[in-house]
């Protein structure tokens, strides 16, 4: 389970990865452009604020494995919490995005959505036991 764990931390930091490329590709510039600026601002503070969330369980995930998998206080409830977090992004990449734009990117598609799957049930066996 401990290396189950650990390899969490290395999606998760693929997934920071991600977000260095994602707004090029997805063109954020030039859509941030056409909203208000407080909306273009909420947005970035947003986006980075994830990042550091991400890299923060991470971070969990290589220093702490041992007590996110010992089932109780605060390890345990770090991972439910990473368990809820990433458990509610399986649905959000299946069904939330536009489908449109998931065909377009599919193989990249797949990948997070088997990252995000990985994580929920990681983070719930983690939980469980």
């Given at each position: 389970?401990?290396?189950?764990?650990?390899?969490?931390?290395?999606?998760?930091?693929?997934?920071?990865?991600?977000?260095?490329?994602?707004?090029?590709?997805?063109?954020?510039?030039?859509?941030?452009?056409?909203?208000?600026?407080?909306?273009?601002?909420?947005?970035?503070v947003h986006s980075v604020y994830i990042v550091l969330v991400l890299v923060g369980l991470a971070g969990?995930?290589?220093?702490?494995?041992?007590?996110?998998?010992?089932?109780?206080?605060?390890?345990?409830?770090v991972a439910g919490f990473a368990a809820v977090f990433w458990g509610l992004r399986v649905p959000i990449?299946?069904?939330?995005?536009?489908?449109?734009?998931?065909?377009?990117?599919?193989?990249?598609?797949?990948?997070?959505?088997?990252?995000?799957?990985?994580?929920?049930?990681?983070?719930?066996?983690?939980?469980?036991?």
């Open positions: 389970m401990q290396a189950l764990i650990e390899f969490a931390g290395w999606v998760q930091l693929g997934i920071v990865a991600a977000n260095f490329f994602l707004p090029r590709k997805l063109r954020y510039a030039e859509n941030l452009d056409r909203v208000d600026t407080i909306i273009r601002q909420v947005f970035i969990v995930c290589f220093a702490f494995p041992r007590e996110l998998i010992a089932g109780n206080g605060l390890g345990r409830w990449q299946l069904f939330y995005y536009d489908a449109k734009l998931r065909r377009q990117n599919l193989a990249m598609h797949c990948v997070f959505a088997a990252a995000f799957v990985y994580l929920a049930s990681v983070f719930t066996m983690a939980v469980a036991r």
